[in-house]
């Protein structure tokens, strides 16, 4: 389903067919938490700023709507009136990062919702099952996102038993998606590497998971604290023991330069909040670096955000606009903030398959470098 | 600049010709407090929900971003990028209902901003700066909107002022209208009749504002608490005082039962938050009633909002999912039920104005009636 179409050093310019349709990639994914991307944007807008996949998170549509209930509607993709690509989640990272009283067993994690104190169980059965009722095309496996500094020791045994959850979310979700009511039979699944900033503990994952041929493979437990120079080093080394002919994912990352310097090490899937919070705080990526919309010096500005971008915000409205929006605490300054970045991200994406298409991605890479540092 | 073309008992369907194109009457116009549509709406949103005119806010614009500031941006139009008509309030209204610490003077209101409590000084001529700062095609008049109730003695003084402030406010708007700098010098002024629930008062205060040859006559100082019947009865009396001719404006209103008995009454222009604010808070106008989209029974429902309706929601969006997103507290909720409103207010005009044409405004009248009670 994926072909490696061009390689430029080790950046990967690939195409993955998915029942919801082909993603070109290196791609970003435009992250839509609970089933809408915040700032008021819907899946009609998504098409004009040239999203690809869409991504929503596992643990706030079981916690608050219920899959169950999304499952009965006839799924995500339905509900939210979008027909391409859905990534869909684990919840791992959220049981670790939001909720309390967690405990972690072999079986998998107990612990209280954060929005109501209610008991959960999630394990990988439970993980497969609310990813096969959403029914998102691309399911992600269930792990432990281990806090950041971990012990070396606790990090290994932590890793071992992410490999025995992913055998299970393999035969789990296997077994879904041949019951005659699954919503996507053709759900794929990708593994997640773990090893904290161990690398030999990485790369020995690597290889386990390697071995157990699944749909893609995302690296996690990262942009958790460490320092960018240390996710890159991470990326150096864990990286090339990853299949080349499957999409390779770094999960929840990150700025501009971050995701050159991942293409850079062969990652091609991202994901990141970054583009509706910054939007939502008033914080625009443009072609000359970012800016603050709030700033006195936009207040006269009849410039768009960017003058060389043709998003829908940019066609139509002006910094100084947007500027009073903002201040006026009006819900139209975060969406169309929120619009500018996600098409810049989108575009940046296809500048950057172009680039490698040209083998001109280091001069880009240095671009974008330039422009954000 | 107004044509009357039609007449159905009371009901006028006129056409009303302005600098910035044509406004077709009865007509709705669209609140945007601080010179854009609340819920995420924007200038660009307005054409696909067929909305005329836009209102903007004079006090709001002139207490927080400033109405100099906007002025030397170019005016309202070009910064909220709308080339229709907007029509601005005098700030009066707002003037008396938000601000503290008022003292009423001959020569016009001290207040203190209800933003951040700072000493404003606002009568006749400075409102018409502040909107001919503005450069909005209509400017209303700046009159005292007296709480309801008061005693008649105090009304019969206030209206005394309202009219000596409209001689004001013509004198002062067609000085400004000859200024070089000016932004619109077509400006054009609607007088405010007021009187409180004395019909003899208003009846002899339209009967002064009339012969003062403005270019509209509102009826303000309604919808302050007083009962719908009151209302009704007030402009059974009024109405009749006021030219023909002329835009008659029923500030502030209201329901769709509310307006189609002052069309039926012989009003043509109508302002209200009602759409933009119940869509915040979940509620929808549909072809069979309102509805409250947090309601349980809507969780599975794939039908949009209204079944009849082809407003942008509803040919995307279903029940389901907007109860999720109202739920959820995801902008895109108030942003769609808001959008699916002003689209249905904006359609009533348009089907009231067709009822007109038919003469058949008696049955739509019925119909709407019997919809919403």
Redesign the interface.
């Known amino acids: 389903m994926y072909t490696l179409l061009k390689t430029d050093g080790m950046a990967k310019r690939g195409r993955f067919e998915t029942v919801h349709g082909t993603i070109e990639t290196p791609v970003f994914m435009n992250v839509g938490t ?11 807008d998504l098409h004009d700023l040239k999203c690809q996949v869409e991504l929503s998170n596992t643990y ?1 549509l079981h916690v ?2 219920g899959d169950e ?1 999304i499952k ?3 799924g995500l993709h ?4 979008w027909d391409k690509p859905i990534l869909t989640d684990s919840g791992g990272f959220q049981v670790f990062s939001l909720s309390s009283l967690r405990k972690i067993k072999e079986e998998g994690v107990y612990f209280s919702s954060h929005v109501d104190g209610r008991k959960i169980f999630m394990g990988p059965e439970e993980s497969m099952q609310i990813q096969s009722n959403l029914g998102s095309t691309i399911a992600m496996a269930f792990d432990e996102c281990a806090k950041n500094p971990s012990t070396k020791e606790y990090i290994k045994d932590s890793v071992e038993r992410t490999t025995r959850w992913l055998e299970r979310c393999k035969t789990h979700l296997n077994k879904l998606n041949q019951q005659e009511d699954t919503i996507n039979k053709n759900q794929m699944l990708f593994a997640i590497n773990q090893g904290g900033v161990y690398n030999d503990i990485r790369i020995e994952h690597a290889k386990v998971i390697s071995e157990m041929d699944l749909d893609g493979y995302a690296v996690g437990g990262l942009a958790v604290g460490e320092s960018h120079e240390v996710m890159y080093d991470v990326l150096d080394h864990v990286v090339p023991y990853l299949p080349k002919a499957k999409p390779t994912y770094l999960m929840g990352v990150g700025t501009p330069i971050n995701i050159v310097e991942a293409v850079a090490r062969g990652v091609d899937f991202f994901d990141c909040v970054y583009p509706t919070r910054n939007g939502r705080h008033g914080h625009a990526y443009t072609s000359e670096g970012k800016i603050n919309l709030l700033n006195k010096k936009f ?2 500005d ?1 410039k768009p955000m960017d003058e060389t971008c043709s998003c ?1 915000a940019c066609r ?3 910094r ?2 947007i500027r ?2 903002l ?2 605490k ?3 300054g ?3 903030i929120s619009m500018h970045n996600l098409y810049f991200y989108n575009t940046m994406m296809e500048d950057i398959r172009e680039a490698i298409e040209k083998g001109e991605f280091e001069a880009y890479r240095k671009k974008i470098n330039e422009i954000f540092s």
Chains 1, 2 share one sequence.
């Open positions: 609970a089933g809408v991307i915040k700032g008021g944007i819907s899946s009609m706030h608050k709507t209930l009965q509607y006839g339905k509900f939210m009136n207040e006269l009849d829908p139509d409205y002006s100084a606009y009073h929006l201040k006026s009006e819900a139209l975060p969406r169309l």
